[in-house]
């Protein structure tokens, strides 16, 4: 993809793809014959959409992130290299069923259940015709099957566990997936939830982003060292994944995914990746300085993007056909910015300062009328 001086991270402005990566990536599809068989059922079509969701992602971060600089926000959550985390767990669900509960980082997987641009653009905004009226800038629209999370890190675990014993209990094949970031695995609600899922053997995905960090807190420190076993301690079935290698994402979640449907108990898949950059905009310097700076220029070499741009090349997939991909894609985020922009003009309706509560009937309806 082209490259961004000034939004990318030092270490993807003059990106190379380094063959010896690429090749363990083959390997590592390769080697596993249920993650091949996986991976060999895609068509071309499906190998774009999964580029064209991680440049999506990235474009998104990007459009946020200059906002930041021209005044717009005043800070802004991005997964950048943490992208094929989030573009290869959705892929591997079945969209129209499955209901999903994105964390901040995993923001890309509102639009890829279908929620407009504009949308998570307002939602930044705060505008009242934001999907929850400008109240929280994490949004969810149920409809789409995309449940708005809070900002308390671990409460969506018990609650889409809750989501896969409706299903479970409406007899509906539907799997709940959501993602735990490694300091989110020590808060009390997140265990309780495992559990939870774990004895009722409920249809549900946990997908492990494991950065490695929490806020300016490395792993080490902040009690996560190896959570490799983690799913052990619960009974809980766990796939391995390399969360920069979007097919092993998307193999390991699908495979996590079937086992879940078919009434399996939950399934976990432990993605390690890295965060280029910091908790948020406001404190990249910080994670400069806390963080070896070999490790960014090791995870550096593994973009997700530039990583899978090599496999689609020997796909037959080339740069003329990736170049049209983006070019859609960098024309669709400008215009869903733009378009977000014009709701500033909005006046809030003063009613909303007297906001006395959602009624449990109001907030389960969505779901509810869909059987779920
Ligand atoms: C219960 C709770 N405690 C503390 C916070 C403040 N906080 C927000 S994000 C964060 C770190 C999250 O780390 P991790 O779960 O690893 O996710 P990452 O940011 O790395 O994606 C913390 C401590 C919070 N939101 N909720
Ligand atoms: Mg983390």
Redesign the pocket.
Known sequence: MRRHPAYDPPEYRNWTLDPDLLHAARRRIEDDPERRRVVEALSREDLEGLYRDLLRTRLFDIGLKRWVRQGVLSKA?LGTG?EAVTVGSVHALDRSLDVVCP???NAGACFMMGMPFADLFRGYLGTPDSPNGGRDLHVGDLDRRVLQPI?????NVPVMAGVGLAFRNRGVPGVALTW??????K?GECHEGLNFAAVQSLPVVYVL?D?R???GTP?EQHGAADLGRWGEIYGIRTWHADGNHVLDTFAATRLAADHARSGQGPGLVVARTF?MGG?ATHDEKEARDTFDPELFRSWGKRDPIGLFEGWLEEEGIDATRREELEEAAAAEIEAAAAEALLSREIEPDPSLAFFEGFSAAGVLAPIAHRGV
Do not use: C, F, K, Y
Request: glycine share 12%; proline share 0%.
């Open positions: 959550w943490e964390m901040i980082r900002s308390h890190m671990g409460t735990i970031g490694d300091g989110a695995t808060t982003q950065n960090v929490a806020l792993a965060r908790h």
